[in-house]
């Protein structure tokens, strides 16, 4: 028996079953194929890819110590990974292969073509899980997928008690062979890829997002020590750091959410609350949440509207807005230190992505797939499935959306979660001297004086027009 594990937004060795069961088995090497034509073609973001090319070659270094060699080989596009893969795998006469199943839909057609084409190699093909928090997707009780919060959290909460949440250790060290060591001269082109890679510009702000996994635990750790506990007042406040800001480690699997789980079940033991009621805990279940509505419902891998009678919006083209928007000189400034937070870090806190897709979509009436894809191309976290359910809460096209009728005010949100404005300063040092009432909305002298732009909609008349649209194509599919 000989194992390959095929590796791809799971780059950890703890908690990572198809290594650990992998090893268990037998003899075992890992892969990964970089495919940064298909990557570019999903709008990740350089930032994203940066941070994953340095991820795996630290996991490369890991798993050289335990003498699991790490093949890495190159291809432009997903539908080529069935030639390279087949081809390899007899090359290397393995004959079993172990994978965690992927969600997009483009990501299941590739599995699939590969899949068939080993098994009908004799291969054996050992599929885990298709979220590493949960084996199985979640149905209703009438056998149907979740479309509401809500319910889905409860059962998923009922399941997770339910399940062997263990962390899975990583595996062991392989018995010493210098004809199975890790090494690049293993394939063809390894040793070139690994050069290439190495000598990419990384475009990620390395003083922010720590690539080692000693200093990434450090983090953890301190965030559920000294961070959890206020995290449900302060998770709004932009200006503190009141959130974990781990998500670009889950979105490559860096860190697996079982090692969440576990290190907030321990947190909450020692202050004597119940897990179940944790804040985070339900924004690992949002991320859940969005996996399984993309799972059950490919269109929205096509980027189509999870609410079919939203296609019927006529949103507005003018470009010139848009762009505004992209580079931060919307004239509000909180939505302008959020866009601008994005460029300089490669991330925006929550608060302030919804804040910003509102504004977007229902302030500038702009297609809401447009900032889809901006957030995908700028964010080092970029995660397709919880991006698309994000921006479509905020379109009010999507599953479990919030109401078309509500609309956030920019001014109102500034005012209320960076009350002193201590956010925008950082982002706008332009407006640093104004006083912390009017760096929410400059007069008309101040943003002469700083040079900072007008604002390019009117709130009132733009809340307007959005509530009237969405209620006409509400109106024509009642048949009134």
Known sequence: MKNLIWLRNDLRLEDNPIITHACQQG??????????????QHDESAAKIG?????????????????????IIECDFFHQCDNVLTRFCQQHQFTDIWLHREIPLHEQQRDQKVLESLTDLGIRTHVYGWDLFLPMPIYNQQGLPFRVFTPFYKKWLQQLQGQDNRVIPAPQKQPHNDANRYSVALTEQTSDIVNKITSLKKEYRQDLWALSYTELDQKIIQFCHAKMAAYPSQRDIPAVAGTSTLSPYLALGMIGPRYLLNLIQLECADQGQDWR???WLRELAWRDFYKQLMWHFPALSRHQAFKDNTEQIKWNEDEEVFQAWCDGKTGFPIVDAAMRQLKQTGWMHNRLRMISASFLTKLLFIDWRKGERFFMQNLIDGDFAANNGGWQWSASTGCDAVPYFRVFNPLRQSEKFDPEG?????????????????????????RQLTNYPRTIVDYKQARTHAISAFEKITKQNEGL
């Open 27 to 40: 003899p075992s090497e890992a892969l990964f194929i970089v495919c940064q034509a298909q990557w570019r």
């Open 51 to 71: 941070l994953k090319l340095d991820a795996l070659l630290a996991l490369a270094n890991d798993l050289n110590a335990l003498n699991i060699p790490l093949h």
């Open 277 to 279: 009621e944790n804040d």
């Open 422 to 446: 201590q956010f925008i300063r950082r982002f706008l040092p332009e407006l640093a001297i104004l006083d912390n009432k009017s760096i929410h909305n400059p007069t008309e002298e101040q």
